[in-house]
């Protein structure tokens, strides 16, 4: 079993990533600023602020993964904020042997092979463009990185959200870098099945230094 350290473990995706994670086995540290209500039994949660170096550092020296649900908002929003925290955590991933995975969002996918991205589509909400633009600056750096950095970066389905939570069906599809979308158009994913998917990962690596997606 790994040990796989969730930062944003509280949050939606966070939270459905150390449920699956520690159902199916592993040893499973979740950091957020504060605990959560109701806690996954035998998941270590810890709390602080992803803005101090030495709480990253904690996190990832002895981990086998990091995964990153962090999103640019609250105290993280403003461009360059996550990206920054995120370039961090995969300097220390890569100086310790650490694997490093990212939650980001639908906004940097193809809406067809050869594009344009989601997030530069006319139906793309002006509200998520600032975000859209933040995790896609993520990928890219991750995909300059140097190659001792072992990475991936998942980006969910369009309708994927607390709003939507779904259920755990177990079945979805993995894609690239263009949108899934089933046959009426929509493209959808729920949390728990979103949190599979990127534990399948872990305990079977798929996609190195890679990006993929996950839909039904």
Do not use: C
């Amino acid at each position: 079993m790994a040990r796989i350290v969730v930062l944003g473990g509280t949050g939606y995706a966070g939270s459905n990533i150390v449920a699956v994670a520690a159902g199916k086995g592993h040893e499973v540290v979740s950091y957020s600023r504060t605990l959560p209500a109701t806690r996954v039994e035998g998941v270590n949660y810890q709390t602080g602020d992803v803005l101090e170096s030495s709480l990253l550092e904690q996190a990832v020296v002895g981990a086998d993964v990091v995964v990153s649900a962090l999103s640019p908002r609250g105290a993280l929003e403003g461009a360059g904020k996550l990206r920054s925290i995120e370039g961090e955590v995969a300097e220390l991933a890569a100086k310790n042997g650490v694997r490093f995975g990212v939650v980001g969002g639908a906004g940097s996918l193809l809406v067809a092979e050869g594009g344009p991205k989601v997030a530069e589509t006319d139906g793309f909400p002006d509200g998520f463009k600032a975000e859209a633009a933040e995790l896609t600056g993520v990928l890219d750096d991750l995909r300059a990185s140097d190659e001792s950095l072992d990475w991936f970066f998942v980006s969910p389905a369009g309708g994927f959200g607390a709003w939507v939570p779904g259920e755990a069906t177990g079945v979805f599809r993995v894609g690239g870098d263009v949108l899934l979308v089933d046959a009426n158009g929509d493209s959808n994913i729920s949390g728990a099945d979103l949190a599979l998917a990127i534990v399948n990962e872990i305990e079977t690596p798929a996609h190195r230094r890679a990006r993929f997606t996950v839909a039904y």
